[in-house]
């Protein structure tokens, strides 16, 4: 087995980066870096700008970590992965802020398989609809459950219902609910936000697949150009048009 990197290796590699004029990606999955290593690799940042993906899953990442990161690469990096850590509620109104920066450029938020509640869920919500950067979030595998998930069925409602106009405001293209414990009438809201505006269809008559990866929550993917929308939830997978309220069976594989 490979020895993992800890925070006193981060010294080091902090060290070459600020030696280093071009650095795309930085993949650290899989090591046992904590905040303390987290607050040294975010000084690296500001020496080197050119990150522009940062994979932390699978280590010791904590609020605290979440605040270094994302306040000192939030200029530079696009895509950030933080799955898999210890990143609770307490770090997603900080996030939530700092993804509605102008000069914020993370199109790509991994929080799957963290301690996040609906609490947190809430916090990080404004970040979807405030004409941010912030395009790909996952919050799978965490603790939404009801009040989360039904705040979230309003959001994607609402974005189905506004007038052209004001699309723009909406930049979410792709939310993953995946693996949260949502019950029925959450997964039912979940679903009828994204075809209610079809009149005379039901659930049945939509075409609707069952969804063999889904186990439980939603997955919900839009393309902002044509407005198209793929919903993963309650076991089944229905493709939406969310502006001309077109609904057809998706490839459950795809």
């Not at 900080?94 to 609490?119: G, P």
Request: aromatic share 6%; charged share 20%; glycine share 8%.
């Amino acid at each position: 087995q490979s020895p993992r990197i800890t925070d006193p290796d981060v010294l080091l590699l902090a060290f070459l980066l600020a030696r280093q004029r071009v650095v795309v990606s930085l993949l650290l999955s899989g090591n046992s870096i904590t905040s303390v290593g987290s607050k040294t690799l975010a000084s690296a940042f500001t020496t080197c700008s050119g990150i522009h993906t940062l994979d932390l899953s699978h280590n010791l990442i904590d609020d605290t970590a979440v605040r270094y990161l994302v306040q000192a690469g939030s200029s530079c990096l696009y895509s950030v992965k933080l799955s898999h850590n210890r990143i609770g509620d307490s770090v997603m109104g900080t996030l939530c802020d700092v993804l509605q920066k102008k000069n914020c450029r993370i199109v790509e938020l991994d929080l799957s398989f963290n301690s996040i509640t609906d609490r947190g869920s809430m916090s990080i919500l404004p970040a979807a609809q405030g004409g941010g950067s912030l395009k790909r979030l996952s919050l799978a595998g965490n603790q939404l459950q009801s009040k989360g998930g039904k705040v979230w069925a309003k959001l994607l409602e609402e974005q189905r219902k506004a007038p052209k106009e004001k699309r723009y405001i909406y930049t979410l293209t792709e939310l993953n609910l995946n693996l949260n414990p949502l019950n029925h009438d959450v997964h039912t809201e979940l679903l009828a936000s994204v075809h209610k505006g079809a009149p005379g269809k039901e659930l049945s008559a939509l075409g609707t697949a069952p969804d063999p990866s889904s186990l439980d929550g939603g997955f919900v993917k839009t393309r902002p150009e044509t407005g198209f929308l793929i919903l993963h939830a309650a076991g089944f997978v229905i493709n939406v048009d969310l502006y001309d309220s077109a609904a057809t069976a998706a490839d459950p594989f795809g």
